[in-house]
C-alpha cells in the first residue's frame, strides 16, 4: 500500500491540503518542544518534583513512574519488533513464489492498478527504501502528486528485467526503513500486494493469519494508505478463521484475508464475505473503485 506512504494501487491521497495536513501532523509528533516548566508533564517522570495535582513526589514515586514509562516503551519496542518480523516472513514468502514465474508471469496484470508483476515488486522495494526525509523529498519533487511519486519511485527500483527487479526485491527483505512509525500499515503493504499478484495468478500461498490480523485491527481503526475506515465505517466485521473482530452494525464476515483485502479496495474479494453488510460495503468498495479510474 502503500507507498511511498501514499499507494496508486490501494487508494490515494485526494487533495493536497490533506496531505499536508498528514505531513504536519507527523512533524509536530517529532517536534523537540522544551519544557522550561519543570512541573510540566511532558517531562520525564524521573525528573519531577511534584505530581499532576502539584503534591511532592518521593524519589521511590518518581522511580516508579519511570520504571512504569520505561515498561510501556519496551512493550512497545517488543510490539513493534513483531510486526517487523512479521513483515520480513512475508516479504520472503513472497520472494519464493516470485522466484518460479517465467517471462509471460512478470508481465501478468495484477490487481493493483495498471501495474503488472514487476511494477508492483519494483513498487514494494521502493517503500522499503524510503526513510520518512526521502519520502518527504520525493514527494515534494511530485508536487504532492502521489500518482507521479509512486511512478517515478517504481521505475528508480525496477530493474533491467524481471530477474534484476526480484534480486533487488531480495536486497529489502530484511529492510525495517519506513517513512513512519505506522509499521501495521507496512505489513499491510507487503500482504496486499502479494495477493494482488498471486490472486490473478492463481497462486496457492496466502499470508498467515498472525500477519493478516494486526494489519486488519489497523485498517478497520483508520484510513492511511487506504480508505478503509472510510470503507467499514456502521459494519461490524468478523473474521471466521482468526480472532479478529471490529465494529458495530450489519455483520460482514469472511476470512481474515477478504477482510483485508475488501478493506484495501479489492472488489473481487468481496465474493468471499457472507452477511447482510455485504451489499453496503460492495457498493463503497466498487464506488471508489470506479473514482479512481
Request: aromatic share 6%; charged share 25%.
Amino acid at each position: 500500500m502503500d507507498l511511498g506512504v501514499f499507494d496508486t494501487g490501494i487508494a490515494k491521497i485526494r487533495t493536497r491540503d490533506e496531505c499536508c495536513a498528514t505531513l504536519m501532523a507527523r512533524f509536530e509528533r517529532h517536534r523537540c518542544t522544551p519544557a522550561a516548566n519543570p512541573h510540566d508533564r511532558r517531562l520525564d517522570p524521573a525528573l519531577r518534583t511534584t505530581d499532576d495535582a502539584g503534591r511532592p513526589m518521593t524519589l521511590r514515586s518518581r522511580h516508579g513512574h519511570s520504571n512504569t514509562a520505561r515498561m510501556w516503551v519496551d512493550m512497545a519496542k517488543s510490539r513493534d519488533d513483531h510486526l517487523w518480523a512479521l513483515v520480513h516472513a512475508e516479504r520472503s514468502a513472497l520472494a519464493e513464489d516470485l522466484s518460479d514465474l517465467d517471462a509471460e508471469q512478470w508481465r501478468h496484470p495484477t490487481l493493483c492498478g495498471k501495474w503488472d508483476v514487476e511494477e508492483v515488486v519494483a513498487h514494494l522495494t521502493a517503500a522499503a527504501s524510503l526513510n520518512q526525509w526521502r519520502w518527504f523529498q520525493s514527494m515534494l519533487g511530485a508536487r504532492f502528486r502521489v500518482d507521479v511519486h509512486n511512478q517515478r519511485r517504481m521505475v528508480e527500483h525496477r530493474g533491467s528485467d524481471p530477474g534484476a527487479t526480484l534480486t533487488q526485491f531480495k536486497a529489502i527483505i530484511a529492510s525495517t526503513t519506513a517513512p513512519s512509525g505506522h509499521t501495521p500499515a507496512y505489513l499491510g503493504e507487503v500482504v496486499v500486494h502479494a495477493q494482488d499478484i498471486r490472486q490473478p495468478l492463481a497462486l496457492p500461498r496466502t499470508p498467515h493469519v498472525d500477519a493478516l490480523t494486526p494489519v486488519a485491527d489497523f485498517f478497520a481503526r483508520r484510513n492511511f494508505t487506504v480508505a478503509s475506515r472510510t470503507a467499514v465505517a456502521g459494519l461490524e466485521l468478523r473474521a471466521d478463521d482468526g480472532p479478529f473482530g471490529a465494529g458495530a452494525g450489519p455483520l460482514v464476515t469472511g476470512s481474515t484475508l477478504a477482510l483485508v483485502m475488501s478493506m484495501a479496495g479489492r472488489a473481487p474479494y468481496l465474493d468471499q464475505l457472507d452477511g447482510p453488510g455485504v451489499a453496503t460495503l460492495r457498493a463503497r468498495v466498487q464506488g471508489d473503485t470506479a473514482q479512481s479510474r
